[in-house]
């Protein structure tokens, strides 16, 4: 941007009177300098930047001229030549042509002469000047990766205009840039054939564009001219009566306001383009409905976007909006707002008013609290605030009846308004990354609620009205600090996943029995040193996570689980399995690592579908002989143990591809394992070097052999 001229330089014989009534007298040796400069520089040389250097060096120049101090004034004729030599127009960029000369006119002069100061049409210049080459900008970046052709002519221009500013030059490539932008409008509706990837220059654009057959364009109503590199809103578009437009994925900076006098337009989508503002007309828009404006970087929006009256579809997410007008209440037919992923702070007093409003998304701001009037919104059905700085809800929030789904995550609250139960109609509900302390009494009055999300607080106990959640399927707990659990929880009998781990759990309920719809449990990184004996009515349970606690031993009716396909019980202190263990024949996987187990049940060989068992880190001594019959075993760890010999026919796990044998005391290999590990190439085998050896003996024995013919 160019700075504010001085007027250390204005003549002080000349008053402001003077401006006014008389032409001022003109500076006879300034002038003779000027004309000369522009004598010396021939219209014929083609770098405009070279044409300023030669007149600006000319008009200062010390040497046999007069000081700069006496080139105060010089007529306005004289400035216009100077401004035609130098490449500008001749009457708007005066401002420039002056201030570029070093101020050899008086800015006070041309103000009388224009009436504007220099300052302010320069930066008016420079401004439009920004747009045009921004547009062009993203097309270059296409350019530069080799996505993207661009005639030559017109990239060099883009970065002469670069240096020097020139606004002649501005208009020519924003030209270039609406022929192109109108050309892939009409080779979209199939009115020109003009291939944009193979033209050279800017009058072969020019061209094609004026051979355009516009004349029998037919009227349509709808366009989708999305992901096409447009940089502006064609205007031949806008000849036409739109009634739905999709100009998503391009790279449209500005908005005409000719696009504010659509009147049936119903539709607009202008997802992920460039634009940082919207015409001030722009709620002239009387018809609209549906309005996507994401991925633009939006940061206000006028305040006639209240004038909307028909929208009842709005997406601003990824824009930068730090607040919403006060108008924005007026939208009274809203019914969908996405609001995400902006540093809006907060909201409108107005907002109340949107009564008509299902759905509203306003995850990851900046919000702390919710406007009043907030409860006014008695048809919203999901409200999502996750990502907040949201440290206190009031009672206002329990007026919203008709509330299915409320996302409060990853925010700052530490307790619930005391009615919270009164949302009766609530199916989701998620809590997570708080730092609630206490659920309130009411809470148990959820009685529709499907999925609840609680993970990662600090609760200390669950009210005993917890069991009331009768219709609850899905429940997370984990990362908080419970204890225990209260008597009712037995209670929810549609509990289909349930996850406590990383909690202070001691014992469990003995009505914990009673969860038999449950698929899916997580009791990892707890103190539980037992289970209820009740335990094996879960029948439904298909995974089941016990490691990570002080477990001596599991209860009998434990092998009832025969729906169990994964189950982890290491890292405990269990000494023994129980008898019937091989009842859990769904077993696909099984780790019991870390444990003080001496020897397996007999039952052991029948868990038929087992693939992967680590038992390392016991006091194994010996396998029974069923162990041979787990036929679908791939993976095996049985390091660090007490073995000291193998049943004979462990070679029969011919399905294996890891097995890891370290750190045993094993004197003698069954046959049938060296001959496994010597044939079976992708066998992961880890063992003494005593098995290696008999192994490679193995190989070498009864390697095939080549001899010559």
């Known amino acids: 941007m160019f700075t504010q001229i001085p007027n250390s330089n204005f003549s002080p014989q000349l008053s402001s009177q003077t401006l006014q009534d008389s032409e001022p007298e003109y500076n006879e040796p300034a002038v003779k300098v000027a004309r000369t400069a522009l004598q010396q520089t021939p219209f014929s040389a083609p770098e405009t930047a070279k ?214 337009l119903s539709t607009l989508n202008l997802f992920n383009n460039k634009l940082s503002s919207l015409p001030p007309d722009f709620g002239k828009l009387a018809n609209l409905k549906k309005l996507n404006l994401s991925s633009n970087p939006i940061s206000f929006l006028p305040e006639s976007f209240g004038k909307l009256f028909k929208l009842e579809f709005l997406r601003l997410e990824g824009c930068r909006l730090h607040s919403l007008p006060e108008s924005f209440g007026r939208l009274l037919n809203l019914q969908c707002l996405f609001l995400q992923i902006n540093p809006l702070s907060s909201l409108p007093e107005s907002f109340g008013n949107l009564k008509s409003l299902q759905s509203l998304e306003l995850y990851l701001n900046n919000l702390t609290s919710l406007p009043q009037g907030f409860s006014k919104l008695v048809n919203l059905q999901y409200l999502g605030l996750s990502n907040n700085k949201i440290s206190y809800l009031s009672s206002e929030i329990c007026n919203l009846k008709k509330l299915e789904k409320l996302n409060l995550s990853l925010n700052e609250l530490s307790e619930l308004p005391a009615d919270f139960g009164d949302l009766n109609q609530l199916k989701h509900l998620n809590l997570v990354y708080n730092q609630f302390i206490s659920l309130p009494e009411s809470f148990g009055r959820l009685s529709n609620l499907h999925t609840l999300h609680l993970e990662n607080n600090k609760l200390p106990s669950l009210p005993e009205s917890f069991g009331m959640l009768s219709n609850l399927h899905t429940l997370h707990l984990k990362n908080n600090r419970i204890p225990s659990l209260p008597s009712s929880f037995g209670e929810l009998i549609h509990l289909q996943k349930l996850t406590l781990d990383h909690n202070e759990l001691s014992s469990l309920p003995e009505s914990f029995g009673m969860l038999v719809n449950l698929k899916v449990l997580w009791l990892h990184e707890n103190k539980l040193s037992n289970l209820p004996g009740n335990f094996g009515r879960l029948l439904n349970l298909m995974t089941l996570s016990l490691m990570n606690n002080q477990l001596r031993e599991l209860p009998e009716s434990f092998s009832k689980l025969s729906n169990l396909r994964h189950l982890f019980l290491e890292n405990n202190q269990l000494t023994s399995l129980p008898s019937s263990f091989g009842m859990l024949s769904n077993l696909h996987t099984l780790h019991l690592k870390n444990n003080r187990i001496p020897s397996l049940p007999s039952s052991f060989g029948e868990l038929i579908h087992l693939q992967k068992l680590t038992l390392d880190h016991n006091e194994l001594s010996s396998l029974p002989e069923s162990f041979c019959n787990l036929g679908q075993l791939r993976w095996l760890d049985l390091a660090n143990n007490k073995l000291s010999i193998l049943p004979p026919n462990l070679g029969n796990l011919v399905e294996l591809t890891f097995l890891n044998l370290d750190k045993n005391s094993i004197v003698f290999y069954p046959w049938s394992l060296i001959k496994l590990a010597s044939e079976k190439c992708s066998l992961l085998f880890i063992a003494s070097d005593k098995l290696l050896q008999s192994v490679q003996w193995y190989r070498f024995i009864f390697a095939p052999r080549t001899f010559p013919s």
């Open 51 to 264: 044409k300023r250097e030669k007149i600006t060096s000319v008009l200062t120049r010390k040497e046999g001229s007069p000081e700069m101090g006496d080139l105060d004034l010089l007529p306005n004729e004289l400035l216009t030549d100077i401004a035609q030599k130098c490449g500008f127009s001749p009457l708007n960029n005066l401002a420039r042509t002056c201030h570029g000369l070093h101020q050899i006119a008086d800015p006070i002069l041309f103000k009388r002469a224009t009436g504007k100061s220099p300052t302010e049409i320069v930066k008016k210049e420079n401004e439009l000047t920004n747009k045009i080459c921004l547009r062009f900008e993203e097309l270059y970046k296409r350019f530069q990766i080799g996505s993207l052709h661009l005639p030559k002519d017109m990239i060099v221009l883009y970065k002469e205009i670069q240096m020097t500013r020139d606004r002649t030059g501005a208009e020519k490539l924003e030209k270039f840039l609406n022929y192109r932008d109108n050309l892939i409008f009409w080779k979209k509706l199939g009115h020109s054939q003009f291939d944009l990837n193979k033209a050279n220059s800017f009058s072969e654009i020019e061209k094609a564009y004026s051979n355009v057959d516009m004349r029998n364009a037919r009227q349509k109503f709808q366009f989708s001219l999305c992901a096409l590199e447009l940089t502006s809103v064609p205007s031949d578009l806008l000849r036409f009566q739109i009634h739905a437009l999709k100009l998503d994925n391009n790279f449209i900076t500005e908005l005409p306001k000719e696009l504010c006098m659509q009147p049936f």
